[in-house]
């Protein structure tokens, strides 16, 4: 009798350092707790631009510009700052990137609060925000598998996710408040000061406790030779495809959800934080799941494409605002599910050399696809209604979901290989990929020699890595 009412809270502990598991490493615990507090400044700023280009123009189509410009440098030279990532120090580059995001906040703020604000001016801003972000991103995910290695990494990955809904929840609804009662600029002003936290975090960090990747060599031809890699790589090739799909017309949240609350619900700023927020709330709890039971590969992300198109479907066909608001938070669960699940998949599969240029290229089919998504949402939109807006990110989803099983089932048919060592992987493609590459060791060490098909979590590579100490990102 006694065990078995103890049972329960034993499996809750075991469940619980599942889910946290990544927060052992002290340097991922600094890094999460400084990373929380800027992403709150950065759904604040999100919200405020938002609101701001629709205050400046009362037009959908304007603020899908405005997205498009600060995403679009991603677009241009997304895989170059992956050869970049590659082949410096990814600590230091953060430092560097993330101080100037600052300061182009503080800017923005300075320009609204003193009426001086004009849309020529944000759209400036935004491409510089584009600018810092191209550089940014791909150094910023390559760092996570520095601080904590190849048997956390899914569970970091996830846990940043987490954070940045949790973000997303907490920020937008303190946005609306202040935009009601204190005006739009203290929000970009109140970002530009988060920023001191993740500074902080980095600067502070152990950094013997780092296992930071060899960097590259400066060489002719890396930018292709990341493309040629990818290509002939199923397990990254495929993610890729589908992420290159809902990225461009499904995640155009920031278009769709304030013409959505203006228009379609009749409210204000504090209605359209309102759903915002519900979606970061269901990011919460669907990536704390996903943290503690999720797996990688193309199965899997297949499963997360379709649920997350029935739950955008039910978010476009929502009658009212309270139902409205429940979607949301199913959204963000298949958001958050969906973005986790790819970002690993990649990690787990690509090879340290390769690291920073494969996250670079999911950067660009992530947010280098909005210069072509957000305008193009933001038309449907003005031609109809924010629900069809909503309604064709759905069917994206759908059609991504079935280009990412009919090619797992062709690999299948085909009994496709991906090889893990390069001496394979230049058989594979016909000869060698680069003599810079072909020095550094294996490809894909997270995962054995297997059929496509077999899909599961990651087995343990930490000794493969030969790590001496611990990390996160």
Not at 41 to 49: H, I, K, N, Y
Not at 284 to 290: P, R
Not at 332 to 355: C, E, H, I
Not at 394 to 409: E, K, M, P, W
Request: glycine share 10%; charged share 10%; with cysteine.
């Amino acid at each position: 009798m006694s065990d078995a009412i103890a049972a329960p809270p034993g499996r809750i502990r075991r469940m619980g350092r599942m889910t946290f598991s990544a927060l052992s490493v002290p340097n991922y615990r600094r890094y999460f707790a400084g990373q929380t507090i800027s992403l709150i400044g950065t759904w604040m700023q999100t919200t405020a631009q938002a609101w701001l280009v629709l205050t400046l123009t009362n037009s959908a189509t304007d603020l899908g510009f405005i997205i498009a410009l600060q995403t679009l440098p991603i677009l241009l030279l997304g895989p170059y700052a992956g050869v970049i990532a590659d082949r410096v120090d990814k600590r230091r580059l953060m430092v560097v990137l993330q101080s100037l995001m600052g300061v182009q906040a503080l800017v923005l703020g300075i320009l609204t609060v003193t009426h001086h604000i004009h849309l020529w001016e944000v759209c400036v801003l935004a491409v510089v925000l584009g600018l810092n972000n191209t550089f940014e991103n791909p150094a910023r995910q390559a760092f996570v598998l520095e601080m904590v290695g190849a048997d956390d990494l899914r569970n970091a990955v996830t846990l940043n996710s987490v954070t940045v809904n949790a973000a997303r929840a907490v920020g937008p609804a303190i946005a609306g408040v202040l935009i009601a009662t204190v005006g739009v600029g203290t929000c970009f002003l109140a970002n530009a000061a988060s920023f001191v936290a993740v500074v902080v975090s980095l600067v502070t960090m152990n950094k013997g406790a780092l296992d930071p990747s060899p960097p590259s060599q400066r060489a002719k031809g890396q930018m292709r030779e990341g493309l040629t890699y990818v290509r002939h790589n199923r397990r990254l090739a495929i993610p890729l495809v589908m992420m290159g799909m809902v990225g461009m017309l499904t995640y155009e949240f920031q278009v769709s959800l304030p013409v959505l609350a203006r228009q379609t619900f009749h409210g204000n700023s504090e209605v359209y934080g309102f759903m915002t927020a519900a979606m970061g709330i269901g990011a919460v709890v669907g990536g704390l799941v996903t943290a503690a039971r999720g797996s990688t590969g193309v199965r899997p992300l297949v499963v997360a494409a379709t649920g997350f198109g029935i739950v955008t479907l039910l978010a476009a066909l929502a009658p009212n605002l309270p139902l409205e608001l429940v979607a949301l938070a199913m959204v963000g669960w298949g958001s958050v599910s969906f973005l986790a699940l790819g970002n690993s998949t990649l990690q787990l599969n690509s090879d340290p050399s390769m690291r920073g240029r494969v996250m670079a290229l999911w950067a660009v089919a992530f947010l280098g696809s909005t210069p072509i998504g957000g305008p193009t949402i933001g038309w449907v939109i003005r031609v109809s209604n924010p629900r069809v807006g909503l309604a064709v990110g759905a069917v994206t989803c759908f059609v991504a979901a079935g280009v990412g099983a009919l090619a797992r089932r062709r690999f299948i048919a085909r009994r496709v290989v991906v090889p893990t060592d390069m001496e394979s992987f230049d058989k594979a493609i016909g000869g060698p990929l680069s003599d810079d590459v072909a020095g550094r060791g294996v490809i894909g060490t997270a995962l054995p020699v297997e059929p496509l098909a077999a899909e599961t979590g990651p087995p343990s590579t930490r000794g493969q890595m030969g790590r001496g100490s611990e990390h996160p990102g």
